[in-house]
């Protein structure tokens, strides 16, 4: 205060060299707060970018999820069509071989090596209970 009084002008620059420290610290306090801004901003940025990159992702994974439950429900498709066919032609065979049983001639006769009497379905191959000879009828 005393200098103030003794040296008006010295007073006056003090003010102002306090002034414009005061500025300068002002435009310092300004400068961070838009360096901080500016991180903010950026940081905002790249969150939005890693988002923008994780939801991609997540629809490339779940069209990817979805493209190979297509490929198995194809191949059970397939498999099912193929089990299928192989129960109607094992179900073919079946009545083939009914028909085959239905259309069998059964045959009587006498063994040739013993004349006991022997019976079958012809063309059937038949050991006889007495002579134990293997013959087909
Ligand atoms: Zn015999």
Redesign the pocket.
């Known amino acids: 205060m005393g200098l103030k009084k003794g040296f008006p002008l010295l007073g006056v620059i003090g003010g102002l060299y306090v002034i414009s420290k005061l500025a300068d610290a002002n435009d310092k306090a300004k400068e961070r707060r838009d360096d901080e801004n500016e991180r903010l901003r950026k940081d905002l940025r790249e969150q939005q970018r890693r988002e923008k990159q994780e939801r991609e992702e997540m629809i490339r994974r779940q069209a990817e999820a979805e493209r190979r439950a297509e490929r198995e429900k194809e191949d059970l498709r397939r498999r099912m069509e193929q089990q299928s066919m192989r129960e109607k032609a094992a179900m073919q065979q079946q009545i083939d071989a009914l028909y085959e049983q239905k259309n069998r001639v059964r045959i009587s006769r006498k ?1 040739p ?2 004349s ?1 009497p022997l019976s079958g379905f012809k063309g059937e191959s038949i050991r ?1 209970r ?2 134990d ?1 293997e013959q087909v009828l």
Do not use: D, L
Request: hydrophobic share 25%; glycine share 0%.
């Open positions: 063994c090596f013993c006991a006889c007495y002579c000879s």
